[in-house]
């Protein structure tokens, strides 16, 4: 099993910032891709940014320029680290959701082909901006 535990949420106005962590942990021999979605009342789930193992990078739209999404000790390697950071600058009212990460891993090899297993979620933090 793989757990996915975020933090960094909170209540801030319009035009502050906040930083989201998302750790992983478990049954992982390698992350495939990390990312975060969120979700606002009455809306369905969106994509915000994700990252994937060969280092792309793919934001939504409305978070361009204000958004990063970023790994300690990134670097291009064959698995993206275990933490990944959501860096949210300029919140807009738009922004308020619970943010919830989402992670597709590798969980071993079997005659030395991975063993994908997809979609694990969080539980998810709340971002609240005031206007």
């Known amino acids: 099993q793989v757990q996915l535990v975020e933090s960094g949420g909170g209540l801030v106005q319009a035009g502050a910032s906040l930083r989201l962590s998302c750790t992983a942990s478990g049954s992982i021999f390698a992350i495939n891709t990390m990312g975060w979605y969120r979700q606002a009342p009455g809306k369905d789930r969106e994509l915000v940014p994700i990252?994937?193992?060969?280092?792309?990078?793919?934001?939504?739209?409305?978070?361009k320029g204000r958004f990063t999404i970023s790994g300690d000790g990134h670097k291009k390697t064959v698995t993206l680290p275990n933490t990944v950071h959501l860096k949210m600058n300029n919140l807009k009212a738009e922004d308020t959701a619970r943010y919830y990460c989402n992670a597709d891993v590798i969980t071993g090899l079997v005659g030395g082909r991975p063993v994908y297993e997809y979609d694990y979620w969080g539980q998810g933090t709340q971002v609240t901006v005031s206007s």
């Open positions: 990252m994937s193992r060969n280092v792309t990078k793919k934001y939504r739209d409305s978070v």
